[in-house]
């Protein structure tokens, strides 16, 4: 029979590794530049670029602002949505979340996530139909 206070010292490594994982999140904070270029994550050869005025501009701009806390970090690939380059940041809007990307490499690198609304940057996830 395992006794009751051997459990429990079975169970505080697991309890804190859950915590770990799902307590740490990050700050991130990206000024987009007065002009940036957005790409079709399926259809790279095609560009459309943005400056302050236009709406899905200012749209991201408001919503990297609002957003900057509870980002997540990250080193997977994410299908689909809009990409966005601004400097060294590479972001993209999927149907579930927006990923931040280092350009610094030969080849961008994910390195935040955070979820987001099926509502939220209507016009942003419209430059990819």
């Known amino acids: 029979m395992i006794k009751i206070q051997t459990v429990r010292l079975l169970l505080l490594p697991l309890l804190a590794l859950l915590l770990l994982m799902t307590g740490c999140t990050e700050t ?3 000024q987009l530049d007065p002009k940036i270029n957005a790409y079709v994550v399926t259809d790279r050869n095609h560009s459309i670029s943005l400056v302050e005025t236009d709406a ?7 919503w990297l602002q609002n957003n900057q806390t509870g ?3 990250t ?7 809009v990409y ?6 590479g972001i993209q809007v ?3 979340e927006v990923v931040i ?3 610094k490499g030969r080849e961008p690198d994910a390195k ?3 979820s987001v609304g099926k509502t939220e940057l209507p016009f942003v996830r419209g430059l990819g139909q």
Do not use: C, Q
């Not at 501009?57 to 408001?62: D, G, I, M, P, Q």
């Not at 080193?75 to 949505?81: E, K, Y």
């Open 101 to 103: 990307y280092s350009t």
């Open 75 to 81: 080193a997977g690939r994410f299908p689909g949505g």
């Open 28 to 30: 991130v904070h990206i």
């Open 94 to 96: 999927t149907g579930m």
């Open 71 to 73: 980002w997540h970090d």
């Open 112 to 114: 935040y996530v955070r």
């Open 56 to 62: 899905a501009y200012v749209e991201l701009s408001n």
């Open 84 to 89: 966005i380059k601004s400097g060294d940041n």
